[in-house]
């Protein structure tokens, strides 16, 4: 992976040894690398999520809803 610039992050100390125990034994190598994969791994959740935020059948109960109200 490329290098990025970065920018600290301020956590709680009790928070970051939590962290720091957690990741003993794994492949991260810092709090500061399993801070950033958690980030990066809610940020993608929350995109698919809102993508499915309808399903096609809710979404055309909606359409149906507005142009029965005459907005489209």
Not at 42 to 62: L, N, Y
């Amino acid at each position: 992976m490329e290098e990025e610039n970065t920018t600290p992050v301020s956590i709680p100390t009790s928070l970051f040894r939590q962290v720091e125990e957690k990741i003993k034994g794994t492949s991260f190598s810092s709090v500061s690398s399993y801070v950033t994969y958690l980030l990066r791994e809610t940020i993608a959740e929350t995109k698919e999520q809102t993508k499915q935020a309808f399903s096609k059948e809710e979404e055309e109960k909606v359409q149906e809803r507005l142009r029965a109200l005459g907005y489209i």
